[in-house]
């Protein structure tokens, strides 16, 4: 599972940042030198999976698609998790009202759907229609303020488990400010869940931006490539036999969101003791296990302290 | 013929590391009526071979050998061939099993009558009012008072010795030949245990039942066991009866583990020389407190839990303390009350000049260079993160002796040799190392800033009988060197009797007994006291058998009174 995921996810990266050498057309291509391509051209050699509606080729627009997919998942990602993982570990450290008042906005913000916020926000920074710029940050805005309740609740959660760990109490005894224990012994503890949940965002990103797409508030294809829109472009096609013109973005959505997940799942299963998978072994096998320091055990200890656990290696 | 029979047993376990042999060709018998001690340190091997006798390892473990039992009801089973089905028929009929800690054993959301008939129809056909009756007249044999009406209370409705009871009562019901008891009175306060232990013996004249008898406690063993099996990194390195192992062990593992069991007693000696060393001049103590309460906040509209009622005592510099008293005695919370991590909330608390009731935080961070702690667990009181010397630099960063890691270094190295560590550990995380080699550690951080006083909070309770003593010993030595005044928490009267000047014990949050080794241990005035004494367990079978009458005498009278 993790090696699927992991192929998946190598291939879209591949195709995001490669994509200028990979497509043989650029994305908003309609000619070459030997003349327009032609709309809803059936797949053939020169255009292996045909061309669209608008008389681009689906091949290119497929793989220039995932660019703006990881686009839109670094600006997302980067917006909301230093935010969301600073007020998460003041919550859950302090605790108090603040914590209280984080909480409930938290869930507030919980109940609100991102598609919503994303039209809204799409709205708000181009008037609905948009070049690669405006469409990215309209998804990865509304996306934003959707994640950053997750990683406030993941890392508030974490805190306030690690707060009562001995080793931060023997800070606080040491006479360590609050900030040196945040941050040197809280904070690099708390992150253990961040890749999982930073892979499961990363799919929702790329899906919310296809449902932006989807409905009319992308990207123009113009100024990018975006999945969601040539399937919104396309759904006349279906009806009249096209199938290549949705078939092939739709796909690229479900594998690239598949992988991602794909790699987001296994790394909660590694990173789980008890998830993880573990061949038998034979009775006999290994040795038994030292489970003393003291060399020899404590049979005759080599005089006093000195040699107490196994001298120095 | 013999109730149990495990024969060239051999169990591994498959680890992140490879494969692991936790059971290497252990061959026992238990015979009816009889109790096996299996004593060893932690990861010798002696839960995992108790397991097998359930057929309960998990399925990462591959077990040979055999394991035969011999069921009630005629004939005899292998436990490691038994397919799951005919396991489930063996559990509970055959062998049951007793296990640590009573309060996670039993289901919170049901009654304790409900999850003894669970056990009871789980084998045989039984109606609702047969069950019943049957949980009544069990629950009555194991000692719970009033057992018509506690049928229906839910395991919160009762105190850990009475849980840990109702733990017995499910094990005993179906009467099994056999019932495997791993460390059933670990997680019990001493006078709790000494009761636990007289039901378990009852069980075996009364109902001539085998006890297998997990435990590290050579106290608990001598006071209970016919036969000990010690066990050793997966072997049994020596089985005997217990008088004869006790009175002449064999193995020089067995007399090394022998020798480093703490007794009361031991430390009369060296308390009365630092008592002789030490100057008479009159000194304004390091910490004082006075008629001292805390109270935990309540929920809404309740009252606040009280867990220090009223306490007074003194710590006078280069004065070792110790503290005893059961759990939830408050003990804890005192030395948390004099480091500031609890909030004093009444009467009277100076640690260091600094009235530490209603203190603020910014008025006591410049005393917190004078103060150490130690932590129970070294399992978790060090960052996981960070390496040793990056652990033990941390206080000398905070107060500004060092800029950074490798400029405290050398001092890091220091104390490191300080407390017996190699300075190369300095370099390990915190997992590399063992729990004793960890509490060294934590020993060399808290003497980092050279405090003129240390809160060592059972600080050897999670550590092996044997390493225990060398901790110990270096704690003694290194008091002595640095000359640190000490609060020394701990359950166990014998520790506190090497290392303490004078003793206080505590109950229920109230101080009752205060004095040197010799008065508290020698002749303790207070029947709290008097009983806690009696209930320790001994490392010697005979004199056990004497202090057992003791305490029944001590609790008659109380009784009586």
């Known amino acids: 599972m993790l090696l699927a995921g992991l192929v998946l996810t190598a291939l879209f990266l591949v195709f995001a940042i490669f994509a200028p050498l990979i497509a043989p057309y650029g994305y908003s291509q309609l000619r070459d030198a030997n003349g327009s391509f032609g709309a809803q051209q059936e797949p053939s050699a020169a255009h292996v999976w045909g061309t669209t509606v608008g008389g681009y080729d689906v091949l290119s627009r497929v793989i220039w698609g995932a660019q703006t997919g990881l686009f839109v998942i670094v600006v997302a990602v980067v917006l909301s998790i ?3 993982v600073f007020l998460g570990l003041i919550s859950g450290y302090i605790g108090g009202w603040l914590d209280r008042v984080l909480v409930v906005i938290a869930d507030a913000i919980y109940a609100f759907p991102s598609l919503l916020l994303a039209i809204v926000m799409a709205i708000v920074i ?22 950053i309740p997750q990683y406030f609740r993941v890392i508030r959660a974490e805190t ?17 400010s609050t900030p040196r224990i945040m941050f040197r012994h809280v904070l690099r503890n708390a992150t253990r869940t961040l890749p999982l949940i930073f892979t499961l965002n990363s799919s929702e990103a790329i899906l919310t931006l296809a449902g932006l797409g989807f409905l009319g508030f992308g990207i123009e294809p113009s100024s990018a490539a975006e999945w969601g829109y040539d399937l919104n472009k396309s759904i006349s096609d279906v009806t009249s036999g096209i199938w290549w013109t949705s078939l092939f973005p739709g796909l690229a959505i479900v594998f690239a969101v598949l992988g991602i997940t794909l790699v987001g799942e296994s790394l909660n299963d590694l990173a789980d003791p008890r998830l993880r998978g573990r061949r038998s072994v034979a009775a006999s096998a290994g040795l038994t296990a030292q489970t003393f320091v003291v060399a020899g055990g404590v049979i005759d200890p080599p005089g006093g302290l000195a040699g107490l656990e196994g001298p120095a290696s | 013929m013999s109730v149990a029979e495990i024969r060239d047993l051999v169990v591994s376990f498959s680890s992140d590391a490879g494969a692991v042999k936790a059971v290497d060709g252990v061959t026992l018998t238990v015979e009816p009526g009889e109790v096996l001690a299996i004593v060893g340190e932690s990861g010798s091997g002696k839960t995992v071979t108790a397991k097998t006798i359930l057929g309960l390892l998990p399925e990462t473990a591959t077990a040979s050998g055999a394991v035969i039992l011999s069921r009630s009801s005629g004939g005899e089973v292998d436990v490691v061939t038994l397919s799951r089905s005919r396991l489930r028929e063996v559990r509970g009929t055959d062998v049951a099993m007793i296990f640590q800690e009573p309060s996670t054993a039993l289901n919170p959301v049901f009654t304790v009558g409900w999850q003894i008939i669970e056990g009871l129809r789980a084998h045989e056909r039984i109606s609702r009012a047969e069950g019943k009756a049957k949980a009544i007249e069990i629950l009555r044999q194991v000692g719970i008072p009033d057992p018509e009406t506690r049928v229906n209370y839910y395991p919160h409705q009762f105190s850990g010795g009475q849980k840990q009871r109702i733990v017995i009562a499910m094990a005993l019901v179906l009467r099994p030949g056999l019932i495997v008891a791993d460390e059933p009175t670990t997680a019990l306060d001493v006078t709790v245990q000494a009761e636990i232990l007289d039901l378990l013996r009852t069980l075996r004249d009364d109902f001539g039942t085998a006890i297998v008898l997990i435990t590290h406690n050579m106290g608990v063993v001598a006071d209970l066991s016919d036969r000990v099996a010690v066990m050793y990194q997966g072997k049994v390195v020596e089985q005997a009866s217990t008088r004869e192992l006790f009175a002449n062990p064999k193995a020089d593992y067995t007399k090394s583990l022998l020798a480093a069991v703490p007794y009361v007693g031991q430390g009369r000696a060296g308390a009365a020389a630092r008592l002789s060393g030490r100057s008479r001049e009159v000194v304004e103590p390091l910490v004082r407190a006075e008629d001292l309460l805390i109270e935990y906040p309540g929920r809404l509209g309740r009252a606040g839990f009280r867990a220090v009622d009223g306490v007074s005592f003194t710590i006078a510099p280069r004065e070792v303390l110790g503290l005893v008293g059961e759990s939830g005695s408050g003990k804890t919370t005192i030395g948390r009350a004099i480091a500031g991590l609890t909030r004093a909330t009444g009467g009277s608390l100076n640690v260091l000049g600094t009235e530490m009731v209603r203190h603020r935080e910014r008025d006591f961070r410049k005393n917190r260079v004078d103060i150490g702690f130690v932590f129970q667990d070294p399992a978790s009181s060090f960052n996981p993160l960070l ?12 107060h500004k002796r060092a800029g950074d890691v490798k400029a405290a270094r050398g001092r890091v190295d220091e104390l490191l040799e300080a407390v017996q560590l190699p300075k190369s550990y300095g370099d390990r995380y915190p997992h590399e190392l063992s729990g004793g080699q960890r509490q060294r550690a934590s020993l060399a951080r808290a003497l980092a800033l050279q405090p003129k006083l240390l809160i060592a909070d059972e600080p050897t309770s999670a550590l092996d009988v044997s390493v225990q003593a060398r901790v110990l010993e270096l704690f003694a030595q290194l008091q002595r060197e640095f000359g640190f005044a000490c609060l020394f928490i701990s359950h166990d009267l014998a520790v506190v009797d090497i290392l303490a000047d004078r003793i206080a014990v505590l109950y229920k949050g109230r101080l009752v007994e205060e004095g040197t080794g010799a008065e508290v241990l020698g002749a303790p005035q207070h029947p709290y006291t008097q009983r806690l004494l009696a209930s ?16 029944r005498a001590i609790r008659a009278a109380e009784a009586a009174s």
């Open chain 1, 160 to 176: 306030t488990r690690i707060k009562s760990e001995a080793f931060v109490e023997s800070a606080r005894v040491i006479g360590a």
């Open chain 2, 536 to 551: 320790l367990p001994v490392p010697d079978p005979v004199a056990q058998a004497e202090r057992r009458e003791n305490l």
């Open chain 2, 387 to 398: 390496t040793i010397a990056e652990c033990v630099a941390e206080p000398l960063i905070v």
């Open chain 1, 82 to 84: 230093f935010l969301g």
């Open chain 1, 126 to 147: 181009s008037g609905g229609q948009s070049g690669l710029v405006g469409g990215v940050f309209a998804a990865a805005i509304s996306l934003t303020v959707i994640y």
